[in-house]
């Protein structure tokens, strides 16, 4: 779709163009929003503006106006912009369920898209995908990653050396086909098995592929702490690759995990500041909590465990030889996760809400042998309460950083990221302004994934409106209860239809299953349109 802003005009206005005469005829539009503070994504200032829907579309954006709407809707006191899009989640299994597929969490903090196939997991068959999710019916826009993991996976299994050339080719065949299938780019886990055992150039011949389609590389860098290369390390694996393939890289959850590492974000800002001077397109996405989420057995157990799968990783570790000689590797990485008190049970497991130390504690075992029948028995997920506010606060203050939530299940960030970010950092520390959080939350991630006529209210845009109250938008989940979902969402559009109306859900399944665009910079506003 090529947008013309000058038809646009002409048909809200009511014109219709036939040769070369105008015949006016009477335009209703299904939903006219008045009286709401327009902050609308593109970084401008908030102004008090109207905001015309019609079918799927923004039709008009401008001063009070006689057009005829089907639903006028005073929006009094709260703020309309476009719905928040969260470029890193673990919602699919929600996405794929039919009585979860709504992605409620995530319309009750305002998002209105978001992506799976994160940390290197995405399904390469990106047509199969969206055919299932599409005949699902699901309740935000979803946008598709197709995982390094898993391309490794179909080529090679989940062994720990390098693919041979045949299969190095089969991967590039496949990611070649997502690309082609709309696929937004290559997510990488690098921290992770089987992501963890691939060398740099690896990931850049198949990043290579993806500079091709004008796609991103998003990326769980290699470590986040001290564990193998370093925090530092990785950030410049990252540029390295960029630079290497053209790439667009962007970092997940950019964070300083650690006592080691606490305080290189001012180092990690130069890096990225460095790569962006040079020319690189690198950016990065973040979520506002102090504690981190991840699988227990991802958090202690040394990556070469993990050659063959996970099956093979829990055989090794009921081999007591196996788990002496690991043991001190454990401890270490105990440590770098601030020791057993700061390792919270968040997954499903009997032991959810108690921490590693407290599970020792009552089952009489040391900290790893408490956490090795832990794994054993399911291996939840923890949060792991190792960030520092000032590097949070940093990273934050960057103009190449967006919302991510990371959303998983047992942390609270999977419900209430974006209200925890605005409530803390915008109306009560003021570190960010208004403008700059909803920009960092819905048009920053569209442009950077290229999703050209989402996350701005712009005539001719795609209607994923959020109109909230800021007042009470603010985060109900915490630790101790992570499944409480956000309030202050008074209305929720996607693509044109209510799925949140007067702060209840409604029956709506309008979300889309979105593809990557070729955008093209309007030399008038630098906006981002599909061309």
Not at 287 to 307: F, I, K, Q
């Amino acid at each position: 779709m090529k947008f013309n802003r000058l038809l646009v005009s002409f048909v809200v206005s009511g014109c219709v163009i036939f040769a070369s005469s105008c015949v006016e005829e009477p335009v209703v539009l299904d939903v006219l929003i008045i009286n709401g503070t327009l902050v609308d994504g593109t970084g401008q200032a908030p102004k008090a503006l109207s905001v015309g829907i019609r079918g799927n579309e923004i039709a008009y954006i401008g001063p009070s106006t006689s057009l005829p709407a089907k639903r006028v809707l005073d929006a009094r006191s709260l703020i309309v912009s476009p719905g928040f899009i969260d470029p890193h989640t673990h919602a699919g299994k929600e996405l794929f369920s039919p009585d979860k597929s709504a992605n409620t969490p995530y319309l009750y903090q305002g998002v209105t898209t978001v992506f799976i196939g994160s940390d290197g997991a995405g399904d390469p068959a990106t047509d199969v995908v969206r055919k299932q999710l599409s005949g699902n019916g699901i309740g935000t826009n979803v946008g598709l990653l197709t995982g390094h993991g898993s391309l490794r996976r179909l080529a090679m299994g989940a062994e720990n050396r390098a693919p041979t050339a045949d299969e190095m080719a089969q991967m590039k065949s496949a990611l070649r086909n997502a690309m082609e299938n709309g696929s937004l780019g290559l997510s990488t886990g690098l921290f992770y098995a089987p992501g963890n055992f691939a060398k740099t150039e690896e990931v850049v011949e198949l990043a290579r592929i993806v500079a091709q389609y004008g796609g991103v590389h998003d990326s769980h860098i290699r470590d986040e702490s001290d564990y193998s290369i370093g925090l530092l390390g990785s950030i410049e694996e990252i540029i390295e690759i960029s630079r290497q393939s053209g790439v667009a890289g962007h970092i997940s959850h950019i964070k300083a995990l650690g006592p080691a590492v606490w305080g290189q974000s001012q180092e990690i800002v130069n890096l990225v500041d460095s790569a962006r001077l040079e020319g690189l397109a690198l950016t990065a996405n973040q979520y506002p909590w102090l504690a981190s989420g991840t699988h227990l057995g991802n958090a202690l157990v040394p990556r070469e465990m993990m050659d063959g799968g996970k099956p093979a990783m829990l055989l090794r570790l009921q081999d007591p030889e196996v788990l002496n000689k690991i043991r001190p590797q454990m401890e270490a990485n105990l440590v770098r996760r601030g020791g057993a008190e700061a390792l919270l049970i968040s997954g499903d497991s009997k032991w959810r809400g108690k921490t590693l130390a407290e599970v020792a504690t009552l089952t009489l075992r040391n900290p790893i042998d408490t956490a090795v029948s832990i794994i054993l028995d399911g291996d939840p997920s923890v949060a792991s309460f190792m960030m520092e506010e000032q590097d949070v606060e940093r990273l934050m203050r960057q103009p190449w950083v967006v919302t991510g939530s990371d959303g998983s299940p047992g942390h609270p960030r999977k419900y209430a990221t974006f209200p925890k970010k605005y409530q803390k950092y915008v109306a009560q520390q003021t570190l960010l302004s208004l403008t700059e959080f909803v920009r960092r939350s819905s048009g920053l991630t569209a442009e950077i994934f290229n999703l050209c006529d989402r996350g701005r209210l712009l005539t001719g845009f795609r209607a994923d409106v959020v109109i909230w109250s800021r007042s009470d938008f603010e985060p109900m989940a915490d630790y101790d209860n992570p499944e409480r979902l956000a309030r202050g969402v008074r209305y929720l559009l996607v693509n044109g239809e209510f799925v949140i109306d007067e702060g209840s859900l409604t029956d709506s399944r309008n979300g889309q299953v979105l593809s990557r665009q070729s955008c093209v910079a309007d030399a008038n506003t630098g906006v981002l349109n599909e061309l």
